[in-house]
């Protein structure tokens, strides 16, 4: 009788990595990730809500935080934030007719070399002309230019999210030029290649 191969249960050799949220959120456990080992994980994107991390807020359940992997370490993993996305359907919503919406997408550089590109969004009660929007746009670029390489990723990120300094400036600054209802970081990503991700093989 032919003898019939073990199938070998991958999933029993698989570590699960604990993937700790950046310092700026106080290293909370925020998920448990199998991988083949420890080196694999490195690179690997996790998104979570920034309610997981900061729940003050229940509208902070419509920021996405997606962090990237970036050392791992006695089945511990360090990570940074590598991109922030503003719920698109939430988003949306706030568009309502009779307004104006003015969006800004530029790139900058923080004091400590990290690459970012910022998209920026501002409503208006009501409708503006394309003068006044345009006068807009180059002050948020202003504000962006003139803070941003001033300060680290994570004063950047505490600007942006924590207690919203940068995107007060910002709407202080448009408002010289018309009233503005809202202002909202609709996404971030960070430009700087730190580690290569890892392709994982198709199951």
Known sequence: MPKVAKVKDRWKTKVWIEVLAPDIFGNVSIA???????????????????????????????????????????????????????????YRAMIRRGSSLIEWVGD?????????????????????????????????????SENVPNLTYDQLLEQLLKDRTLLDKVTEEAKKIYPIKNAVLLSLKLLNKLVKPIETPAQ
């Open 32 to 90: 448990k990730i199998p991988a083949n080992d420890e080196q694999s994980a490195v690179g690997r994107v996790v998104p979570i809500s920034y309610f997981q991390v900061n729940n003050e807020n229940p509208e902070n359940n419509n920021i996405k935080l997606y962090l990237q992997i970036i050392k791992v370490e006695s089945l511990k993993a360090k990570t940074i934030v590598k991109r922030i996305e503003y719920a698109r359907e939430v």
């Open 108 to 144: 900058y550089k923080t004091s400590d070399g990290m690459e970012v590109r910022l998209h920026i969004s501002l409503f208006t009660p009501e409708k503006i002309n394309w003068s006044r929007m345009h006068k807009i746009r180059l002050t948020i670029n202003q504000v962006l």
